[in-house]
């Protein structure tokens, strides 16, 4: 690895041009030799197309069965699962359905009134719950609640990186300290927290990572640069991190699960701001009930990406793709908002 902190203590040495590397090595070859080189570098081509396309069709097959029969959801009983955020909102309903599943929960959260609530609505329903007062943002402090969760619960199997926070904040508002603590909260706590279990998940081979990310991670939306840029973020770590445990080896023993809902009625002030901006007269609003059902399936069933609603998937991920003028005019017309002009 590359050590980041030594940049710029020598001068920088610029890699061979791509031309140059070119040229040294056609003038090694001769005419006929040449011409062989291309001739086996054509027919290896070939073949490479002829292999992929092969080994192409069991994958597809899967897929197009997969769009009429859902996957077996697994069991996870007796699991620990560690949800960050689980005091309140879409945590808190992702807690009593895992704990409707009899697995224990431990939750992570700065809101302890509220966490012990939920806590106690957990054990109600048969299973070992407690909260632990953690803020995330730190990596000490994640360090901590690992030391604390595994001397009361146990292992963690399954960690829900939810908590989040969502200010309307420009590039040219707020605080440094603010901008830090947005991406803080929203992303490096991802890193922290999968740094600090996925050790022990490897080990005994069962894990799952399951990140809550935003449709936002699709739709860069303007006066929201932080949450954006966080959310992306989230989306990015969590896509490379999934191709690292599959080139390890270990993709059918730690599962990663990026979930993408849209607006959901959870924080008050929240649903506030967007009713005075008036986003809510046409886009829709979920309940966080509903986000949490999608959010355990698609965990229980293995599934890398959930999408709430689901129909709306293919249109998010090519949404970058379409022209901006065609974007913005359809956000104006069909969902009655203009987003950043209502902010100001
Ligand atoms: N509400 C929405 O419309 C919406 C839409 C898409 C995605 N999301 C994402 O869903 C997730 C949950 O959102 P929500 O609306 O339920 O949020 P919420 O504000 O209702 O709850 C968030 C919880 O996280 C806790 N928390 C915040 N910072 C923390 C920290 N540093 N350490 C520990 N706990 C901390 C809070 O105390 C709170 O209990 C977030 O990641 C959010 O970005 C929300």
Redesign the pocket.
Known sequence: MENVRDIGSSPYSAAPRGDSLRKLRNAEQSDQSKTIANLKFFLSAVIDILTFLVLLLPILAKYVIGIFVSPKKKSITGQLALV????????REICLLLAQKGCHVAI????MT??EKTAEDLRQLGVKAKCFK????SFDSVLGLKKEVESSLGHVDILVN?????PLMSVREGTPEDVKKVLE??LL?HFWTVRAFVDGMIARRRGHIVA?????AFLPIGRVCA?IAS?YGVRGMMASFHEELFFEGLHNEVFTTTVY????N??QD?ISTLDKIKVLSRVPIFS?KKIARATVNGMLRNQQHVHIPRFMAPMLVQYENIPCEIRRLATRILLRTDLPKLMN
């Open positions: 960050t955020g689980g005091a309140n909102g879409l945590g992570a959260d700065l809101d509220n966490g953690a803020d995330i943002s939810n908590a989040g926070v969502l909260i929203n706590a809550v990310a935003s449709a936002a949450y959310k809902p849209y607006f959901m959870t924080r929240l966080p």
